[in-house]
């Protein structure tokens, strides 16, 4: 059974960083395409980050987060991590992992099979 769970999440303050953390079992993370989303309240979830499968260097990240935000991904350890800087409180909300779809990299919640259960961030100033 493929699946993924999300840690790392928690409060901070303005300007503060966590380092989200989503495992994958089931299957080889490394594979596919894996992604960030996040929802906050009365919001619709969005695309925050997403790395490609091995072999492929693509990296994408939406506007709001670059610069601050980091995706990486362990093959050994079969994890994916989101590292994110200097958080405001736009960046609060709960944040999810996903994978097992395709190859490429995409901010598209459709491109994507496996989802981990979510993990919550909020920044308070």
């Known amino acids: 059974q493929s699946q993924l769970v999300e840690s790392g999440g928690g409060r901070v303050h303005t300007g503060g960083s966590l380092r989200l953390s989503c495992a994958a079992s089931?299957?080889?993370?490394?594979?596919?395409?894996a992604g960030w989303f996040r929802q906050a309240p009365g919001n619709k979830r969005e695309g925050v980050a997403c790395?490609?499968?091995?072999?492929?260097?693509?990296?994408y990240y939406r506007d709001s987060v670059t610069g601050r935000f980091t995706i990486s991904r362990d093959n050994a350890k079969n994890v994916m991590y989101l590292q994110m800087n200097n958080l405001t409180s736009e960046d609060t909300g709960i944040y999810y992992c996903?994978?097992?779809?395709?190859?490429?990299?995409?901010?598209?919640?459709?491109?994507?099979?496996?989802w981990g259960q979510g993990t919550q961030v909020t920044v308070s100033s």
């Open positions: 790395i490609g499968s091995s072999g492929s260097s693509m990296v």
């Open positions: 089931g299957f080889s993370i490394d594979h596919y395409a």
């Open positions: 996903a994978s097992g779809g395709f190859r490429t990299c995409a901010l598209q919640e459709h491109e994507y099979g496996v």
